[in-house]
């Protein structure tokens, strides 16, 4: 009797499922960002959990849309085995806010021209197209899955990345404890992509214009100079570096020294309290050069730093 019981016993709902939506508003938020609501019955069940939540967006393809999109837990392995060009394209995003008794999703998208399928999607995109997102199951007891953002209970936390993180950080920014401390710095195409955030008193927030320089240009002089200023008051670390040549040649360095894997590693946070920690997010080689500084020259355990490499100069998201 007891064997039988066991073997009804449904299998636990999958942390990640595919939802069936279509476009609903798109608003251009700045030259460089687009919002993009996604609606569908669905959405009721999407998952809740926030901060850097990650979905995967996936995209149509012409004349076909999704009617080879597998369905089901196996998804990933029964799409890796269709031909190539019945594979629908998928792209890494974050969700901005969810909304289930609306029944929907906002997800901010970095514009970078129509190089990537994503980015070129985006640029068109209208109410009424269809699209699939995966995302996390609001009744999956995994459904936290997704989430790099572990803090612990740190004293200060370091946000720093670049327009792709921007909706992570935001996000993060909405959620952080009333009496959190801090500082999220923030690196965007131009003061024109400034975007508003609500955040806790005690962080404080730096969006920094590019303004046609190169990804971190801005972003890698900034957080040194903050943790140089407030975690190395007796000069344990060297002054940030000044020139836009210097930070070029840094993150060049680190561009050829890629290796091909992803750039990702990301501490359980759980166990952390006291002291500092760092979140990093956006282009692979400044997001190493930062991790580099963070670890080695500021002396940070690499426990308390989170950093993942949101793209990489040159390379399309591996599909
Ligand atoms: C966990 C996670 C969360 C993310 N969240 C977001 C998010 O919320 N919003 C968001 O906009 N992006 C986000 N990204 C980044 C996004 O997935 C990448 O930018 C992705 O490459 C875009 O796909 P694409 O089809 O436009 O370009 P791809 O086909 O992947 O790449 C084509 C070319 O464009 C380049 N490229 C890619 N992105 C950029 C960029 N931003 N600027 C300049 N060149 C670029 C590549 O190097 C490549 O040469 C996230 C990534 C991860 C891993």
Not at 13 to 22: G, K, L
Not at 73 to 102: C, G, H, I, K, S
Not at 116 to 136: F, R, T, V, Y
Not at 300 to 306: G, K, L, T
Request: one cysteine or more; a negative charge.
């Amino acid at each position: 009797m007891l064997t039988s019981l066991v073997e009804a016993a449904p299998r636990p709902r999958p942390a990640y499922r595919s939802f069936r939506t279509s476009v609903s508003r798109v608003v251009r938020m700045s030259p460089h960002f687009t919002r993009v609501t996604f609606s569908g019955d669905e959405l009721a069940e999407f998952g809740t959990a926030g901060l850097d939540q990650r979905v995967k967006v996936v995209l149509p393809i012409a004349g076909r849309g999704f009617v080879d999109f597998p369905e089901g837990e196996e998804w990933y392995q029964a799409w890796r085995e269709l031909p190539a060009e019945r594979r629908n394209v998928f792209r890494t995003y974050t969700v901005r806010a969810v909304r289930p008794a609306d029944r929907e999703v906002d997800i901010d998208f970095a514009l970078h021209g129509d190089l990537g399928p994503a980015s070129a999607w985006a640029m068109q995109a209208a109410p009424g197209d269809e699209i699939i997102l995966i995302g996390p199951d609001e009744l999956s007891p995994g459904r936290a899955l997704g989430i790099d953002f572990r803090p612990g209970t740190v004293d200060t936390v370091l946000l720093a990345g670049d327009e792709t993180a921007a909706p992570a950080i935001c996000a993060i920014l909405e959620q952080l404890p009333a009496d959190a401390s801090g500082v999220a710095m923030i690196e965007v195409p131009t003061a024109e992509d400034v975007l508003s955030v609500r955040s806790p008193a005690g962080v404080e927030v730096r969006w920094l214009a590019r303004g046609g320089g190169v990804h971190g240009e801005r972003l890698v002089p900034a957080v040194r100079d903050w943790v140089v200023r407030t975690c190395c008051a007796q000069g344990c670390i060297p002054g940030a570096p000044t020139s836009s040549a210097a930070v070029r040649d840094l993150v060049a360095a680190e561009n050829a020294d890629l290796e091909d894997a992803p750039l990702w590693d990301v501490p359980e946070g759980s166990s952390l309290d006291g002291d500092c920690y760092a979140w990093l997010a956006g282009e692979a080689s400044v997001i190493k050069t930062l991790r580099r500084f963070l670890v080695r020259e500021a002396g940070m355990d690499r426990r308390q730093v989170a950093f993942m490499g949101y793209w990489r100069r040159g390379r399309a998201e591996l599909d």
